[in-house]
C-alpha cells in the first residue's frame, strides 16, 4: 500500500520524506489556502522533495478551462498528478489529459458509480473521501470495500483507489485490509501509526535492563 501525505506544508512533507516512507503528496485548494503561499513556488518545492506523484488540483469547473490548467499545472513537474472534480467536465477533462500521458487523480468521490465512471475515463486515481461521508453519518469505509469489488471485477481498468480524508489510523489499517492501492493521510495520522504505548512502555523497559548490565553495543 502506497502512503501519500495530504498537505502543502513544505517543511511537514520534508520531514515525513526522510522517514522513507513517503510515496506521494495530495494537495488541494484548502490545503494551498492554509499554507498561505503561490501554489506554483508550493507545487514545484514538493515535487523536488518527493518522487512520487504529487496532485495539484484545477480550479475551473469547464473543460475548456479545466483542460488548461491541467496543462499548465503538469508542466510544473514530471510528478504532478493533475486533479480534476467528479463532474462531467472533470471526467472529460481526464480522459483528455490521461490521453496526452498526464496522471490524473479524480476527487470529491463519494459513491461507486462515481469510481466506475472514473475507472472508465482512465483516471490514474479515484479519490474517494471517507472522512467526509463518516461526517454525515454514513461509514466511509463500506465505500471503500465498494469499488474494490467493483475494480477487481474488471482486471485490464489501471485505475488507484486513493483512499482520501483520513481522520484517524484505523481508516488507514481498514483500507489496507480492504486491499486500497494508496491512503492519503494527514501528517499527524501518519505520525500517529508509529505509535503504540505497549511499544513506548516495552522500550524503557528494556534500556533500563540493559542500563543495569553495564554493557554498551558500540
Ligand atoms: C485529498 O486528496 C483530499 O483533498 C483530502 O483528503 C480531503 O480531506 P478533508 O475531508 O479532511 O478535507
Same mark, same amino acid.
Given at each position: 500500500m502506497k502512503f501519500f501525505v495530504d498537505t502543502a506544508d513544505v517543511a511537514d512533507i520534508k520531514d515525513l520524506a526522510a522517514s522513507g516512507l513517503l510515496d506521494g503528496v495530495t494537495t488541494n485548494p484548502s490545503l494551498i489556502m492554509k499554507a498561505n503561499r503561490p501554489m506554483f513556488d508550493v507545487i514545484k518545492e514538493i515535487c523536488a522533495l518527493v518522487p512520487g506523484p504529487v496532485s495539484a488540483e484545477t480550479v475551473s469547473t469547464d473543460h475548456k478551462r479545466m483542460l488548461e490548467e491541467g496543462r499548465k499545472l503538469a508542466k510544473l513537474a514530471k510528478n504532478?498528478?493533475?486533479?480534476? $472534480? !467528479?463532474?462531467? &467536465?472533470?471526467?472529460?477533462?481526464?480522459? *483528455?489529459?490521461? /490521453?496526452?500521458?498526464?496522471?490524473?487523480?479524480? %476527487?470529491?468521490?463519494? /459513491?461507486?458509480?462515481? =469510481?466506475?465512471?472514473?475507472?472508465?475515463? &482512465?483516471? /490514474?486515481?479515484?479519490?474517494?473521501? @471517507?472522512?467526509?461521508?463518516?461526517?454525515?453519518? +454514513?461509514?466511509?469505509?463500506?465505500?471503500? &470495500?465498494?469499488?474494490? %469489488?467493483? #475494480?477487481?471485477? #474488471?482486471? +485490464?481498468?489501471? %485505475?488507484?483507489?486513493?483512499?482520501?480524508?483520513?481522520?484517524?489510523?484505523?481508516? *488507514?489499517?481498514?483500507?489496507?485490509?480492504?486491499? =486500497?492501492? *494508496?491512503?492519503?493521510? $494527514? $501528517?499527524? @495520522? !501518519?505520525?500517529?501509526?508509529?505509535? +503504540?504505548? !505497549? %511499544?513506548d512502555i516495552g522500550l524503557k523497559a528494556f534500556l533500563d535492563d540493559w542500563a543495569k548490565t553495564g554493557q554498551s553495543i558500540l
Open positions: 504532478v498528478a493533475v486533479k480534476v $472534480p !467528479l463532474t462531467p &467536465d472533470g471526467l472529460k477533462t481526464c480522459k *483528455v489529459l490521461r /490521453s496526452e500521458g498526464i496522471m490524473v487523480n479524480v %476527487t470529491l468521490c463519494f /459513491s461507486a458509480a462515481q =469510481a466506475l465512471l472514473a475507472a472508465k475515463a &482512465d483516471a /490514474s486515481f479515484i479519490s474517494p473521501f @471517507v472522512g467526509r461521508i463518516d461526517d454525515n453519518g +454514513h461509514d466511509g469505509m463500506m465505500l471503500i &470495500d465498494e469499488i474494490m %469489488t467493483i #475494480y477487481r471485477q #474488471y482486471p +485490464h481498468f489501471k %485505475t488507484e483507489v486513493l483512499v482520501a480524508s483520513i481522520r484517524h489510523t484505523q481508516h *488507514v489499517v481498514r483500507a489496507a485490509k480492504m486491499g =486500497a492501492h *494508496v491512503a492519503t493521510v $494527514p $501528517p499527524n @495520522v !501518519l505520525r500517529g501509526l508509529f505509535k +503504540h504505548v !505497549l %511499544t
